[in-house]
């Protein structure tokens, strides 16, 4: 594992860059019919692309990690990465209880209010400890890799839609993140959606006082 110095080329292990050039959840082509053909698992010692899980069966005695997907983009779980990477000064994040790192970086259309620590590479809002928001910031500013050589052109299509699509949700409020500084962590929350204008209606909608029916109180009598 590589400390992250300056102008070190070789510091990182063969396989991080190829997986940060990778498109993971595509469907595989070799087990297209079965329902486990979603491609979420990478080999570290064959670096041969995305696998199934049935791909996996032909690496059990090699390293592997999982990808998994946050809001549209790839993240990988501490507990895995940092048996193989160095992750030091890199954002980590709680999602669904776990502690991950995003892979590739996620530029911030708009800069927060009151921002005192950014990420050296993209800009976008870090906690004050932190240098980098992904693994694929950390090699960019830490040795002579370009990050536009890093990504592919596929890769950096998808994140170029996933980066407007996040664009459009921060201005309407649909998402925001929660800080947490005591542990240097941070928590993706949804937030209560905006009360739209039927949502309204409903809201002032009450029941009514409930009447008889026109004959319910009639007694008839038979003589």
Same mark, same amino acid.
């Given at each position: 594992?590589?400390?992250?110095?300056?102008?070190?080329?070789?510091?990182?292990?063969?396989?991080?860059?190829?997986?940060?050039?990778?498109v993971?959840?595509?469907?595989?082509k070799?087990h297209?019919?079965s329902?486990k053909?979603?491609?979420?698992?990478?080999?570290?010692?064959?670096?041969?692309?995305?696998?199934?899980?049935?791909?996996?069966?032909?690496?059990?005695?090699?390293?592997?990690?999982?990808?998994?997907?946050?809001?549209?983009?790839?993240?990988?779980?501490?507990?895995?990465?940092?048996?193989?990477?160095?992750?030091?000064?890199?954002?980590?994040?709680?999602?669904?209880? %776990?502690?991950? =790192?995003?892979?590739? &970086? #996620?530029?911030?259309?708009? @800069?927060?209010? $009151?921002?005192?620590?950014?990420?050296?590479?993209c800009?976008?809002?870090?906690?004050d400890?932190?240098?980098?928001?992904?693994?694929?910031?950390?090699?960019?500013?830490?040795?002579?890799?370009?990050?536009?050589?890093?990504?592919?052109?596929?890769?950096?299509?998808?994140?170029?839609?996933?980066?407007?699509?996040?664009?459009?949700?921060?201005?309407?409020?649909?998402?925001?993140?929660?800080?947490?500084?005591?542990?240097?962590?941070?928590?993706?929350?949804?937030?209560?959606?905006?009360?739209? %204008?039927?949502? =309204?209606?409903?809201? &002032? #909608?009450?029941?009514?006082? @409930?009447?008889? $029916?026109?004959?319910?109180?009639?007694?008839?009598?038979?003589?």
């Amino acid at each position: 594992m590589g400390a992250g110095g300056p102008n070190d080329d070789n510091i990182w292990p063969p396989w991080l860059i190829p997986l940060l050039r990778e498109v993971f959840f595509v469907q595989c082509k070799l087990h297209a019919d079965s329902h486990k053909s979603e491609c979420n698992m990478y080999c570290l010692d064959c670096v041969n692309g995305p696998l199934c899980s049935l791909c996996l069966n032909q690496h059990q005695n090699h390293r592997h990690i999982q990808i998994r997907r946050s809001s549209y983009h790839d993240v990988i779980r501490v507990s895995e990465i940092q048996k193989h990477v160095d992750i030091t000064s890199v954002q980590t994040y709680v999602i669904n209880s %776990a502690k991950v =790192v995003f892979i590739n &970086k #996620r530029p911030q259309p708009r @800069p927060g209010k $009151a921002v005192t620590n950014t990420c050296e590479v993209c800009d976008r809002n870090l906690l004050d400890s932190f240098r980098f928001c992904s693994l694929g910031c950390k090699i960019a500013g830490t040795s002579s890799e370009n990050f536009e050589t890093v990504i592919s052109p596929e890769n950096k299509r998808l994140m170029t839609s996933v980066w407007e699509s996040e664009d459009s949700y921060g201005s309407n409020g649909d998402r925001r993140r929660r800080s947490n500084g005591s542990n240097g962590v941070c928590r993706f929350t949804p937030s209560t959606p905006p009360l739209t %204008a039927a949502g =309204v209606r409903t809201a &002032k #909608r009450r029941k009514g006082v @409930p009447h008889r $029916a026109p004959m319910g109180g009639l007694l008839l009598e038979y003589y």
